[in-house]
């Protein structure tokens, strides 16, 4: 077949391929960042159903929380001297090389620190959260 033997699109033709590639590529972008059924309310998700609604949830019982959003080393050097700092690891999988902590952590801990690390290996599951429920939490 040679090449101007191939019809040629009108401008018509383009407009009307140009408009359907656009909504194809919204429909993806849309449909991927609203992520799946298991994704809603996962303690692990940044949404404001995820993590950032149970923080919200200890702020507004006064709980002193600050979002700790570098690297670990730089803890020590910005932590009180009071050595009373809990620090909470949330992992959206926990595997052995997690659960063994590096020195600078060992170190921080020893001088009176909690490290607390928080994962599962598990898949997430679809839950029935709609109840709310009376918590009892106590931090230390």
Known sequence: ?????????????????????LTIILLTLFVAASGGPTSRGSSYSSAPD???????????????IQRWQRPI???????STDNSTT???????LTPTDIAIALEERTWVSQGNRLIILG??????EASLAKACKVNMVLW
């Open 1 to 21: 077949m040679r090449i101007d033997a191939i019809p040629k699109l009108s401008k018509r033709g383009w407009l009307i391929g140009a408009i359907a590639f």
């Open 50 to 64: 995820g993590y950032g609604a149970w923080y919200a949830f200890m702020e507004n019982r006064g709980v002193n």
């Open 73 to 79: 080393q730089d803890l020590s050097a910005s932590t």
């Open 87 to 93: 620090l909470l690891q949330v992992l959206s999988r």
């Open 120 to 125: 599962i290996n598990a898949p997430a599951t």
